[in-house]
């Protein structure tokens, strides 16, 4: 499986870019890179521009974080139509806690 240099994530083969980070996949990470990370979904988003306001305040509070759009290029907006959701942010585990207290205050503030 190849993977993302930058962020790290796992993509299924047929994958050649991340298309979070634009970064050509790899067969391996680097060993500077210690490995994975292990990754939590901390929400849906139910479209793109709250996924990027969302991701947004996480990343001015020191929580690196992904928006995985679950559109599929060969199903157009298909599959987010069915599943009812746009994409979702995607963050390490060891962020876990504070990410969920920063997103209950991004919802507070604009719900």
Known sequence: MPFCPKCGYEYR???S???DCDETLVAALPPDQG??????ELCKVPDEV?????QAYLLEAGIDANLRDMR???????LANMQGYWGTIIIA???EQKAR???KEFQNAFG
Do not use: H, W
């Not at 490995?35 to 939590?40: A, D």
């Not at 599929?72 to 298909?78: E, G």
């Open 17 to 19: 870019r991340c298309p």
């Open 35 to 40: 490995g994975l990370i292990e990754t939590v």
């Open 50 to 54: 709250t996924g990027m306001a969302v």
């Open 72 to 78: 599929a290029s060969f199903y157009a907006n298909v």
């Open 93 to 95: 585990k060891t962020d």
């Open 101 to 103: 207290q920063i997103y």
């Open 13 to 15: 083969p047929s994958m």
